[in-house]
């Protein structure tokens, strides 16, 4: 199959070309076709007066199914008898969104994006290697679908393809350094790292920033060699004091530099609001209390549910929602929704973290979990595990580099509708730069589901005095229980108290109540093992229900105070032959 056409786009995804009328489309008025291996091929050009490699630059627009179909460009120096793909991802200017994609070994890249904006034309860059000195230079540029459901994707145009060779002078800014999202920031250093792509040094050149107060512009006095890179800051740091985002852009002003597309960099910084006073409560219905939403091919948005079945916030109007409006959120979407910063220094023990939330999502491939930070966003971990806390997940390994971490997926919006869940903020209590986020990841087929919404946030502290049975060890079920089972215990110090004794009682099938005083020490954050001095008959073989639970004076947090098991008394047989016919039951 050969899908591409060169006219007039008029796809629901790609309905402009990227200037003037026409550009080259997978499919110029609709979805592509499974199945395909096809390119859109070059005529001949002759470099071979060329010393150094030319510059390729052409401006793309993808929608297509991630890690499945994609688009990549393909050079050839002998006129089209040998092909190679044209550099890897993260080389030049926007070339490629994937890794490993195809190739004899699959270790070649290409675009595979699914990009939420329609319309949104992106400019790559990249130098042709290995062409200059050659007289028969062709150029492809090649788009894979496999064999599966196209599950609505337009495809891959491009437009406007420019090849010149390298201008002798040609600077650009590579990389910002500083300012970066973070806690609480004011004066930040702006630090840049810049490259010299020309063959001419560099001397005496302007650079400049700007943050939204206006251009700040300095002279770097200092050479930067051919084909080298350095790093600048600047005399001036940026004021980014008062909390929110800032829409952040440094470049290079070079006299006669000959490539301006590639002198500048931008990216967004957020200056998050420090919260330090406890506890902390948010509903949303003051706006974003400093909460905000960044992600691929979509983001978390605030305000009122209009779904079907996500059709109310928990409380009040708002609530933050991975698609407010539209019945279903988007394919290969992931996105974070992310608090403020949390000051913890003064904790000794880790709060709770407290939300609701309403799902409807596809069960076992898109779902949602909670990360916690405690570098201002540098590093994240997951929270909590399946079984843990309160309604904390509900679906075991769906997640992580070795997908051995949980999420919540599936659907209670309607079944239970919203539901509260709780859990520790493990790890935390120290720190002064927590941040916690929300994460929705969806895969790249059958999104016909609502999404998830996140409502009431709380953090709080743990009770001072707060005692908890954490497990019973024994008995467990068995065969041949005795008459004299002994009860072992953990009981768990949750506070920041020390408890000076432990008080725990017992029930055996809702039967006479049993307490024992152990009079010892339990430290804060810390557990002990007991074996109660009262044993129990589980000699007749049945099934028994013990509760276990402690007692301590002023405990601020009676939730998990008690545990309950089923201990079964299994019976022996010893006598042959065996004869059943479960005519008599079990």
């Known amino acids: 199959l050969d899908p591409w056409e060169l006219g007039d786009p008029e796809t629901a995804f790609i309905d402009t070309a990227n200037s003037g009328i026409n550009a080259w489309v997978t499919n110029l008025d609709g979805t592509y076709e499974n199945g395909t291996d096809a390119y859109v091929e070059s005529p001949c050009f002759d470099f071979s007066a060329l010393a150094v490699d030319p510059v390729f630059r052409f401006a793309f627009i993808t929608n297509s199914e991630i890690g499945f179909d994609g688009t990549w460009v393909s050079v050839s120096t002998d006129a089209g008898a040998t092909w190679a793909t044209v550099g890897a991802f993260g080389e030049g200017t926007n070339w490629y969104t994937n890794e490993d994609e195809h190739g004899t070994n699959f270790d070649e890249d290409w675009y595979d994006e699914a990009f939420e904006v329609a319309n949104e034309w992106t400019v790559a860059t990249h130098l042709l290697d290995g062409a200059a000195g050659s007289g028969s230079v ?5 788009f894979h679908s496999d064999g599966s459901v196209n599950a609505g994707y337009d495809g891959f145009a491009f437009d406007d393809i420019q090849i010149f060779e390298q201008p002798s002078i040609n600077a650009g800014v590579v990389e910002i350094l500083s300012p970066v999202t973070g806690c609480g920031l004011g004066l930040e250093a702006v630090t840049i790292v810049l490259e010299n792509f020309g063959d001419a040094d560099l001397v005496d ?15 770097i006095t200092d050479t930067l060699f051919a084909a080298s890179v350095d790093t600048f800051t600047f005399a001036v740091p940026v004021d980014l004091s008062v909390t929110g985002n800032y829409e952040f852009g440094a470049w290079t002003a070079v006299l006669n530099d000959g490539d301006l597309l590639n002198d500048s960099l931008f990216t967004v910084v957020n200056s ?16 974003s209390g400093g909460w905000y939403s960044t992600g691929e091919e979509g983001m ?3 305000g009122d549910p209009e779904g079907l079945l996500i059709d109310t916030a928990a409380s009040g109007v708002n609530a933050w929602a991975t698609n407010l409006d539209s019945v279903f959120y988007n394919d290969d979407q992931l996105s974070y929704l992310i608090s403020p910063c949390f000051d913890l220094s003064a904790l000794v023990i880790d ?5 609701g939330f309403i799902s409807n999502s596809e069960l076992g491939w898109d779902g949602m979990w909670v990360e916690v930070s405690t570098d201002a966003g540098t590093t994240w971990s997951t929270v909590g595990n399946f079984g843990e806390g309160t309604n904390w997940y ?24 919203w539901v509260t869940a ?17 994460v929705f990841d969806s895969d790249g087929i059958f999104a016909d589901f609502e999404g998830f919404a996140i409502d009431d946030i709380s953090l709080t502290e743990q009770p001072a005095i707060n005692s908890a049975v ?28 020390d408890m000076d004794s432990i008080i725990v009682s017992y029930s055996l099938d809702n039967g006479p109540v049993i307490t024992e005083v152990f009079n010892q020490t339990l430290t804060a954050a810390n557990s002990v093992g007991l074996t109660l001095t009262n044993t129990i008959d589980l000699s007749v073989n049945a099934d028994y229900n013990l509760t276990i639970w402690v007692a301590t004076v002023g405990d601020g947090d009676t939730s998990n105070d008690t545990l309950s098991v089923m201990i079964t008394s299994v019976p022996t047989i010893s006598v042959l032959p065996y004869d059943e016919d479960f005519e008599a039951g079990t």
Request: with cysteine; charged share 20%; hydrophobic share 40%.
């Open 470 to 497: 954490f497990a019973v060890t024994a008995p467990i079920s068995d065969c041949g229980l005795t008459a004299t089972e002994a009860i072992d215990v953990t009981i768990s110090n949750l506070g920041s108290l």
């Open 272 to 287: 998050a609001p420090v919260v330090s006073a406890f506890p902390y409560t948010e509903d949303f219905e003051s706006g």
């Open 138 to 142: 062709k150029i492809r540029v090649f």
């Open 394 to 417: 509900n679906n075991e390994d769906e997640h992580g580099a070795n997908f051995d971490e949980d999420w919540w997926d599936g659907n209670s919006a309607d079944t239970t509708g």
């Open 205 to 219: 050149f302007l650079v400049e920033y700007d943050a939204g107060f206006g251009v700040v512009s300095e002279t």
């Open 351 to 355: 709060p709770i973290l407290e939300f």
């Open 422 to 438: 709780e859990h520790l903020l493990d790890g935390v209590a120290g720190y002064s730069d927590v941040i916690i986020r929300f």
């Open 300 to 302: 978390w948005e605030l």
